[in-house]
């Protein structure tokens, strides 16, 4: 039987844990660092995950784990790894699921192989949402090529051998992010200074004749929407790409500007659930006096 812990019990955490819990896994461990304070999310969530047994530390988590799946936020990836060298299982496969730069994977991987795990550096390559434990993923390292039958007969069947080099896939993942979570940035900072001139669907329909095909109010929304509710992991996530693009020898302009508005997005604090695009500007309007 494949005993699976879960370090980090955020959005991807609980997603993967009903996913193998679906698919037979009653054995899975699981950590949080906000696992203490019964309010918070990650305490709440647990209650609807049963077959999820939680532990007081990571160590406690992945002793006896013969797969550990690190799904944490981007600026913790170092410390999740360092948190179970000593403790995991010899040969313990570590699936580090994390958007962290190619450095701080290498560095994570080094800290694992070197206690006996064996690293496989992943990157999710769409949101987790419509496929799941499905999505596509890139995974690439020393144990990369061995881990892929292994992951896809636990249920990751989205995973693709990449790079038998560590930092490759990180390195896919991190320059794609530039632009993806950039045009969710640039969509943002647009329509909310033209909603304040009043020219929002002037500038939406001049996209749809640049680009045509695409129904730009409902991307709009759902490009909005998603800074709003993620923003403060993009943000993270788009720190870490920045790191990615200055180790290329590139000035990351782009990569900081796009954290500080993914953060500003996040510091709204709006539930987009159910809104228009011109109830969401409307929203955004009403509150963005207040935030820096």
Same mark, same amino acid.
């Given at each position: 039987?494949?005993?699976?812990?879960?370090?980090?019990?955020?959005?991807?955490?609980?997603? @993967?844990?009903?996913?193998?819990?679906?698919?037979?896994?009653?054995?899975?461990?699981? /950590?949080?660092?906000?696992?203490?304070?019964?309010?918070?999310?990650?305490?709440?969530?647990?209650?609807?995950?049963?077959?999820?047994?939680?532990?007081?530390?990571?160590?406690?988590?992945?002793?006896?784990?013969?797969?550990?799946?690190?799904?944490?936020?981007?600026?913790?990836?170092?410390?999740?790894?360092?948190?179970?060298?000593?403790?995991?299982?010899?040969?313990?496969?570590?699936?580090?699921?994390?958007?962290?730069?190619?450095?701080?994977?290498?560095?994570?991987?080094?800290?694992?192989?070197?206690?006996?795990?064996?690293?496989?550096?992943?990157?999710?390559?769409?949101?987790?949402?419509?496929?799941?434990?499905?999505?596509?993923?890139?995974?690439?390292?020393?144990?990369?090529?061995?881990?892929?039958?292994?992951?896809?007969?636990?249920?990751?069947?989205?995973?693709?051998?990449?790079?038998?080099?560590?930092?490759?896939?990180?390195?896919?993942?991190?320059?794609?992010?530039?632009?993806?979570?950039?045009?969710?940035?640039?969509?943002?900072?647009?329509?909310?200074?033209?909603?304040?001139?009043?020219?929002?669907?002037?500038?939406?329909?001049? @996209?749809?004749?640049? /680009?045509?095909?695409?129904?730009?109010?409902?991307?709009?929304?759902?490009?909005?929407?998603?800074?709003?509710?993620?923003?403060?992991?993009?943000?993270?996530?788009?720190?870490?790409?920045?790191?990615?693009?200055?180790?290329?020898?590139?000035?990351?302009?782009?990569?900081?500007?796009?954290?500080?508005?993914?953060?500003?997005?996040?510091?709204?604090?709006?539930?987009?659930?159910?809104?228009?695009?011109?109830? @969401?500007?409307?929203?955004?309007?009403?509150?963005?006096?207040?935030?820096?």
């Amino acid at each position: 039987m494949t005993r699976i812990a879960l370090i980090g019990f955020g959005e991807v955490g609980q997603t @993967l844990a009903e996913d193998l819990v679906g698919l037979g896994h009653k054995a899975l461990t699981a /950590f949080d660092i906000q696992f203490p304070d019964p309010a918070s999310k990650p305490s709440k969530a647990l209650a609807g995950h049963e077959a999820v047994t939680a532990c007081t530390s990571a160590a406690d988590a992945v002793a006896d784990a013969n797969v550990v799946i690190s799904a944490v936020t981007a600026e913790r990836t170092g410390e999740a790894a360092a948190s179970c060298v000593g403790h995991m299982k010899s040969d313990a496969w570590f699936m580090d699921v994390n958007s962290a730069s190619p450095k701080t994977k290498i560095e994570a991987a080094m800290a694992i192989n070197q206690a006996g795990g064996r690293y496989v550096e992943t990157s999710i390559m769409s949101p987790i949402g419509p496929k799941r434990i499905q999505a596509p993923m890139l995974v690439s390292g020393d144990h990369a090529l061995a881990f892929v039958d292994v992951a896809h007969g636990f249920g990751f069947t989205g995973v693709t051998f990449f790079s038998a080099t560590y930092g490759q896939a990180s390195a896919a993942k991190m320059c794609r992010s530039v632009i993806v979570k950039g045009v969710e940035a640039l969509v943002t900072e647009a329509l909310t200074s033209a909603h304040h001139y009043g020219v929002e669907d002037t500038v939406v329909k001049s @996209l749809g004749d640049l /680009f045509p095909g695409l129904n730009w109010p409902e991307l709009s929304t759902y490009m909005m929407s998603r800074a709003l509710i993620h923003g403060k992991r993009r943000a993270e996530e788009m720190r870490e790409v920045a790191k990615t693009v200055a180790d290329a020898g590139v000035a990351p302009l782009l990569s900081d500007a796009i954290a500080k508005r993914q953060d500003w997005s996040a510091e709204l604090q709006i539930d987009p659930s159910d809104m228009s695009l011109t109830e @969401l500007l409307e929203t955004i309007s009403s509150k963005k006096e207040g935030v820096s």
